[in-house]
């Protein structure tokens, strides 16, 4: 059999330890070159550079004219 807490655990006393399992919405920042939403310290996801030179080959996707 395994051992059982003497007392329940307080609400409070639970919180405080799973205080830091709350999830978080990521950090974003721009891109200097083109100026789009990216997470930090990744690499843009639109034109493909990060720290001012281009690391990912992007291909630029062509827009529908009708």
């Known amino acids: 059999m395994a ?3 003497k007392q329940k655990y307080a ?3 639970q919180r405080k330890r ?3 399992l709350k999830a978080e919405i990521p950090s974003m920042d721009t891109c200097p070159k ?5 997470l930090t310290h990744h ?4 034109c493909g ?3 001012g030179r ?3 080959k992007v291909e630029m996707t062509k ?4």
């Open 43 to 46: 690499a843009c996801p639109t």
């Open 11 to 13: 609400k409070s006393r």
């Open 18 to 20: 799973r205080g830091h």
């Open 49 to 51: 550079t990060y720290n």
């Open 3 to 5: 051992p059982l807490p």
């Open 34 to 38: 083109c100026h789009n939403t990216k």
């Open 54 to 56: 281009e690391v990912i």
């Open 63 to 66: 827009k529908k004219t009708s």
